[in-house]
């Protein structure tokens, strides 16, 4: 459970992050090219992510109940957790905008959760802990549904908080002084099949 054991998870994301700037440039590589253009069909990126999940939460994967798994069942389950949130992100890197999937994640509090979603990977963890305290519920015995909800408020809350108070003042000290420009944006679907 220490940072260097997520690291596949960040390098997932920088990589897409790394084909999106290829995709924008007038030459990109074909992988680049192969790799936006499983975001084009977003269907199958979401059959292909729940199918990565359901072998990642049965004994296949390791266990499923809180046990320390063996070092080989731990990076599997570390690896199919990248690839599910890799099919589950694509469609929304480079997808067709107006499909009717993408229409449904560009709806206002999803993107608003997608904004403060570093501060909700960073948080959820120490929320579900104290929610468990604070109940004086033991780790997994039951109450499923209310340490859900528990720990989705209060982990949007102080998701909320911690980008009101430390991501958005230190985003607007690095950009202090430079002149405004438009964002980059993702090539529409077309682009990407030529």
Request: proline fraction near 7%.
């Amino acid at each position: 459970l220490w940072l260097p054991a997520f690291l596949s998870w960040f390098s997932a994301g920088i990589a897409l992050a790394v084909v999106s700037v290829d995709m924008t440039m007038p030459e990109p590589h074909r992988w680049s090219r192969s790799i936006a253009r499983l975001g084009i069909a977003p269907l199958s990126c979401f059959v292909f992510a729940g199918a990565i999940i359901m072998v990642a939460s049965t004994p296949l994967a390791g266990p499923t109940f809180g046990e320390i798994p063996t070092t080989a069942e731990a990076i599997a389950k570390n690896l199919l957790y990248a690839a599910f949130a890799v099919f589950l992100v694509l469609p929304g890197a480079f997808g067709d905008p107006e499909t009717p999937s993408l229409r449904a994640i560009a709806w206002s509090p999803l993107r608003y959760l997608g904004r403060i979603s570093y501060g909700l990977f960073c948080i959820h963890l120490l929320v579900l802990y104290a929610v468990f305290k604070g109940r004086n519920i033991d780790f997994f015995d039951g109450h499923f549904i209310e340490i859900l909800v528990l720990t989705m408020i209060g982990s949007i809350a102080s998701a909320a908080l911690i980008h009101a108070a430390v991501e958005t003042p230190f985003d607007r000290l690095r950009r202090f002084g430079r002149p405004k420009t438009e964002a980059a944006t993702t090539p529409h679907a077309t682009a990407i099949i030529t």
